[in-house]
């Protein structure tokens, strides 16, 4: 594998998640047009899902390992409050997008601020789950692979 796409806390909800804010396309549909785009350009992709800040800092740390070359990371609401999970990919060092479907800076003046937007390649948020497709072309242009 070499990119890792991870999903955080109530992601596995999407569909049926706040539809207003979040949209209706599920996290299946959203691996499966990533899955597809990926085969097209010969490069291998998996996506993790977790309702688990450990779980995810876990995956992160076994990235490295696995050399994994790209991660695009949608941290859900730990967006806002893990420091555990930014140090985790501050520590193996491979290059992320941080995804959000929403536009956080919109909304509640809490979700304003990310822990992990300073250390990201960059930041997409508020086009839903083309969001997700964008990422991964900004990937693959970065992998020589577009
Ligand atoms: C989110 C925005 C976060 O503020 C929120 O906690 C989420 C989803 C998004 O994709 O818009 O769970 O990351």
Redesign the pocket.
């Known amino acids: 594998v070499r990119i890792l796409v991870l999903h955080?806390?109530?992601?596995n909800l999407l569909g049926s998640r706040e539809p207003a804010?979040?949209g209706h396309t599920t996290l299946v549909d959203i691996h499966q047009a990533m899955e597809s785009r990926a085969q097209a350009a010969g490069v291998q992709i998996e996506s993790f899902q977790s309702n688990h800040e450990g779980e995810l800092i876990d995956r992160v740390q076994s990235a490295r390992t696995e050399g994994i070359e790209f991660i695009i990371i949608?941290?859900?609401?730990?967006?806002?409050t893990s420091i555990a999970l930014r140090d985790a990919l501050a520590a193996v060092a491979i290059p992320f997008i941080e995804?959000?479907?929403?536009?956080?800076h919109g909304?509640?003046a809490f979700?304003h601020h990310s822990h992990f937007s300073d250390l990201a390649i960059g930041v997409i948020?508020?086009l839903g789950a083309q969001?997700y497709e964008l990422a991964l072309e900004a990937v693959l242009t970065r992998l020589g692979r577009s």
């Open positions: 955080g806390p109530n992601l804010v979040y949608n941290p859900a609401g730990y967006t806002h995804v959000h479907l929403s536009n956080i909304r509640e979700r948020c508020g969001g």
